[in-house]
C-alpha cells in the first residue's frame, strides 16, 4: 500500500512530534544533572576549603583527589551527558563525561562516568551483540540545551553496521575543523573502546593508518587510566608527541576530559637543562639514533675510571697522605656498591675524607695511645650517618659526651671532617683522581675529537664517525639529547629539582627532573622513535608500562622503524600486546581510495584503512608551469579558502618547495599552514593542497611522505605540480 501525501505528512508529524517529546524529556534530564552537578561542585569547593590545615601525606592525597574531582566537574559543563543506554528490563542509564551520583548513597547513579564498566556497552553493543541492550542513544546538547536524539535499537533486526552512533558518529566527522583536536568521548567506536580499556600493565602497542583515530584513542586511555586506576595519578601520565605543533593540537583533549595529571612532552624536552636547537640531516641522525650508542657511551664512562694515584693533603701544619695501595682498597670499596658513577664517587670522597681524618688523628700525639677504641665506635656512627645521607656530611654528630680517648671527642671528630670536606685541597685531589663527569663535557669530547671516536666507537665506519663528528659543541641536536641522557643516566647524575616549588603542578616538577618516573607513558607517531629515544623512554617508567599507538607505514624519520618489532624489541623484547585499528575516520573515501597505489610504491603490503564516510568530493591534479607555480598556489588556496570559509587549509610540499612559498598571502578567509609532510604529522584540515609532488617523493622515505600528505584532509585534496608524474597520482 503506497502512502497518500497526506498520510505521509501525518506520519511526519507524528514523528516530529514523538521526537520532540523525546528532546524534551532529554532536556528535562540533562536541567536535573546540571543541578546535580552545581550541587556536588559546591559540596567540593567547601571540601576544599576546609581541608589543607594538616600537611600531612594522607592531606595531600585528598587534597589532589579534591582538585582533580573539581576539574572534572568543572570541565563537563559542555556535553555534561551525551548518551543513554536502555536495557531489556528497562533499566535506563544516562551517560558522561562525568559520574553524578544520587542523592543519596544508596541510590542508583544519576549520571554514568563514560569510563565506568557499565558504561562500556554504549560504545560496544550492536544489533548482532545488543549485551542485554534494547536501545542506545547519543543526544546531541550545546552548552545546556538539548538540540535532538538519534536512536538505534537492538531489538528489531535491521541494522547490521559496526558502526555505533552512525548519525552522530558522521555529524562529528563532517564538522568543520578548529584547527585544535576535540574529545570524541560521545561517539567511539567499538575497536577504539577496546584499545582504550586494555588493561594498563606491560606494553600495548597499537598500529593504525591515517585517521583510524590512534591520538584520540591514545588520549582518552590516558582519561581511562587514569580514572580506573588513581594510583597513576601520583605519578602522573607521560604523553609524547612528535612535535610542539603536534602537543598544540591535542593541548585540549585531555583538560576537555578533566584530567590534569598529565605531561605532555616531545621526547628531545624530556632532558632538564637541555633544549635540543635543531635537528640533524638524515644521515647523522640515523647514526646516533643506533642502540649501539648505549655500548659505546657505556665505555665512554667506564673509561673515565679514577686514576689510581697518591693522594697528600694539608691539615694545619700537618701534612697527610694516602698511598696507592689505601686508594686502591678505598676506590674498591665504593665501586662494589654498583652504584652509578655519581654515587660510587660520592660514597668514595666519603671513604677518603675518613681516611684522612683518621690520618689527622693519628698525627695528634696526644691522642695515639689511646685513641683506637674509641675512634672505631665513633666513626662507624658517623659513617652511619654519612650513609643516610649520601653524599652530605652531617654538621654535627651528637657526641653525649663521649670522650675517645679523654681529648678527642666524636664532636671534635666530625668537626675534622668538615674540614677536610670543605678543603680546597681535597677537592683538588678527588677531582684529579676521579674526575666529576659532566654529560654535556663527556658527550662533547666525544663528538669533537676523531682519536676519541675511533677508540670508543669502533663500531661505527670511519665514514659514519666522520659524519657525527662536529666542532661547535655547545648546540644540541634532537637526537644528542637521547645521548645526553643516556650519559647522564651511566653517570647517575642528580636531577636539578631544587628550582620547583611547592606549589608548583606536576608537570613542572616530573619536567625538571631527569629522574622523574611516571605511572604510564603513552607515545603517538611512535614509529619515529630512534632505539637511543626509545632507552630514554623506557628511563622514564621503568615498569614498562606503555601506550604505544602509530603507523610504520609513515615511519618518516632517518632513526624511525618500518616495524614495531624492530622498534620494540630491544626495549621491551617479546612482552608486547598488539591491537589494531583497522577504519579511517578523517579522510574520505574519495580519498583513501586514491591512496593505495602510493601505500605500496612506499612499500608497504598492506591496504590503506578502509573510510567511513564519502563526501562526493574528487580529489583534483592540475599542471603548471614551474614559473607561475607560486601564483597558481595562491590562487588555488584562494579558490580552497572560499570553499571552506573560516576552516583550516594546508599546502603540503617539500622543503625546497616551502621555501619558496613562504610568506604566503594571509588576505584568506581560512587559516593557511605551509608544512612538510613531516610537519604535517598528526595534523588535519578541511582540505590539503600538496605542490610538487615530485619534490616530496624524491626525499628520503618520500613515498611515505606522500602517503602522510594525502592523508591529512577531511573534505578536499589538490595536486598541483609543474612535472608529469607519478603514475600514482595518475586521476581521471
Ligand atoms: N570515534 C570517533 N568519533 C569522532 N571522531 C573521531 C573518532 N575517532 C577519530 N575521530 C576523528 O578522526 C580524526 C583522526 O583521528 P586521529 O588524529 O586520532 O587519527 P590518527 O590515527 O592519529 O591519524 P594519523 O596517523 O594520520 O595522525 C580526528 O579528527 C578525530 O577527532
Known amino acids: 500500500m503506497s502512502n497518500s501525501p497526506r498520510t505521509t505528512a501525518n506520519a511526519f508529524r507524528q514523528e516530529d512530534s514523538a521526537l520532540h517529546q523525546e528532546v524534551t524529556r532529554e532536556q528535562n534530564t540533562l536541567d536535573r544533572l546540571f543541578a546535580r552537578r552545581e550541587i556536588l561542585l559546591d559540596e567540593v569547593r567547601s571540601q576544599l576549603q576546609q581541608a589543607g590545615i594538616d600537611d600531612s601525606p594522607e592531606a595531600a592525597a585528598r587534597i589532589t583527589g579534591l582538585v582533580r574531582r573539581r576539574t572534572e566537574l568543572d570541565r563537563a559543563d559542555s556535553g555534561l551527558c551525551f548518551g543513554r543506554i536502555e536495557e531489556l528490563n528497562g533499566v535506563r542509564l544516562h551517560i558522561g563525561r562525568v559520574g553524578l551520583p544520587g542523592e543519596d548513597d544508596s541510590a542508583d547513579p544519576l549520571l554514568v562516568d563514560w569510563r565506568a564498566p557499565i558504561a562500556r556497552k554504549f560504545y560496544t553493543a550492536t544489533a548482532a551483540r545488543p549485551q542485554g541492550l534494547r536501545s542506545r542513544r547519543h543526544i546531541r546538547t550545546e552548552g545546556r540545551a538539548v538540540l535532538g536524539v538519534d536512536d538505534e535499537a537492538f531489538d528489531r533486526h535491521d541494522r547490521g553496521g559496526d558502526l555505533v552512533g552512525e548519525a552522530a558518529l558522521l555529524e562529528a566527522l563532517d564538522a568543520r575543523r578548529t584547527g585544535a583536536m576535540g574529545d570524541v568521548v560521545a561517539t567511539l567506536q567499538s575497536e577504539q573502546d577496546e584499545v582504550i580499556r586494555a588493561p594498563h600493565g606491560g606494553c600495548l602497542v597499537v598500529q593504525g593508518g591515517p585517521g583510524t583515530g590512534k591520538t584520540a584513542v591514545a588520549l582518552h586511555r590516558a582519561a581511562y587510566l587514569l580514572f ?49 636547537k635543531w635537528s640533524d640531516d638524515a ?33 694545619g701544619e700537618d701534612l697527610v697522605s694516602l698511598d696507592q695501595e689505601q686508594v686502591a682498597e678505598a676506590l674498591a670499596a665504593a665501586r662494589a656498591a654498583g652504584t652509578s658513577h655519581y654515587d660510587a664517587r660520592a660514597a668514595f670522597r666519603l671513604r677518603m675524607i675518613d681516611l ?9 700525639k696526644q691522642m695515639l695511645s689511646t685513641v683506637e677504641a674509641g675512634f672505631e665506635d665513633v666513626l662507624s656512627r658517623v659513617d652511619a650517618a654519612m650513609a643516610r645521607g649520601n653524599d652530605a656530611l652531617p654538621s654535627r654528630v651528637d657526641s653525649d659526651g663521649v670522650d675517645v680517648d679523654g681529648v678527642a671527642t666524636a664532636a671534635d671528630i666530625s668537626a675534622l671532617r668538615q674540614d677536610l670536606a670543605h678543603s680546597g685541597e681535597v677537592s683538588a685531589a678527588l677531582d684529579q683522581l676521579w674526575p666529576v663527569l659532566e654529560p654535556t663535557r663527556v658527550l662533547a669530547e666525544l663528538l669533537s675529537s676523531p682519536a676519541l671516536l675511533a677508540e670508543y666507537a669502533p663500531e661505527l665506519t670511519p665514514d659514519q664517525r666522520s659524519a657525527i663528528q662536529k666542532e661547535n659543541t655547545s648546540d644540541w641536536s634532537e637526537q644528542d639529547v637521547a645521548l645526553l641522557d643516556e650519559v647522564a643516566d651511566l653517570v647517575g647524575t642528580p636531577s636539578a629539582v631544587d628550582t620547583v616549588g611547592d606549589s608548583e603542578t606536576l608537570s613542572d616538577r616530573a619536567m625538571a627532573d631527569r629522574t622523574w618516573t611516571y605511572g604510564h607513558v603513552v607515545v603517538d607517531e611512535a614509529q619515529e622513535l630512534s632505539a637511543m629515544q626509545w632507552r630514554m623512554l623506557v628511563r622514564r617508567c621503568p615498569t614498562r608500562s606503555f601506550t604505544v599507538v602509530g ?25 608486547f600486546r598488539r591491537g589494531e585499528l583497522t577504519i579511517c575516520y578523517r579522510t574520505p573515501h574519495e580519498i583513501m581510495e586514491r591512496t593505495g597505489p602510493v601505500l605500496a610504491a612506499a612499500g608497504s603490503t ?84 600538496i605542490v610538487e609532488p615530485h619534490a616530496v617523493i624524491a626525499q628520503r622515505r618520500g613515498w611515505n611522505a606522500l602517503y602522510v600528505a594525502m592523508t591529512r584532509c577531511t573534505q578536499e585534496l589538490g595536486v598541483l605540480s609543474s612535472r608529469p608524474g607519478p603514475d600514482e597520482l595518475s586521476w581521471s
Not at 356 to 364: A, D, G, I, P
Not at 631 to 656: C, F, H, K, L, W
Open 551 to 575: 603507523d610504520v607505514n609513515q615511519t618518516e624519520s632517518p632513526g624511525g622503524s618500518a616495524s614495531w618489532d624492530t622498534a620494540l624489541e630491544p626495549s621491551f623484547g617479546r612482552r
Open 228 to 276: 580506573t586506576y588513581p594510583q597513576l595519578a601520583e605519578r602522573g601520565v607521560l604523553v609524547v608527541g612528535p612535535s610542539p605543533t603536534f602537543l598544540r593540537y591535542i593541548e585540549q583533549v585531555l583538560p576537555s576530559l578533566g584530567e590534569t595529571q598529565v605531561v605532555a612532552s616531545t621526547v628531545d624536552r624530556l632532558l632538564p637543562g637541555v633544549d635540543a
Open 606 to 689: 598492506v591496504a590503506p584503512p578502509r573510510a567511513v564516510r564519502s563526501n562526493g568530493v574528487q580529489p583534483w591534479r592540475r599542471f603548471v608551469s614551474e614559473v607561475s607555480l607560486r601564483a597558481d598556489t595562491i590562487g588555488a588556496v584562494r579558490e580552497m579558502a572560499d570553499r571552506y570559509r573560516g576552516g583550516q587549509i594546508a599546502v603540503i610540499g617539500a622543503d625546497s618547495t616551502c621555501s619558496q612559498l613562504r610568506d604566503f598571502p594571509e588576505d584568506v578567509d581560512a587559516e593557511v599552514a605551509i608544512l612538510t609532510p613531516a610537519e604535517s604529522k598528526g595534523l588535519e584540515f578541511d582540505a590539503v593542497l
Open 283 to 315: 644521515q647523522v641522525a640515523k647514526i646516533k639514533g643506533r642502540a649501539v650508542w648505549a655500548v659505546i657511551l657505556r665505555r665512554v664512562v667506564e673509561a673515565r675510571s679514577p686514576v689510581l694515584t697518591t693522594v697528600e693533603v694539608h691539615h
Open 356 to 364: 684522612l681524618t683518621r690520618q689527622v688523628v693519628e698525627h695528634s
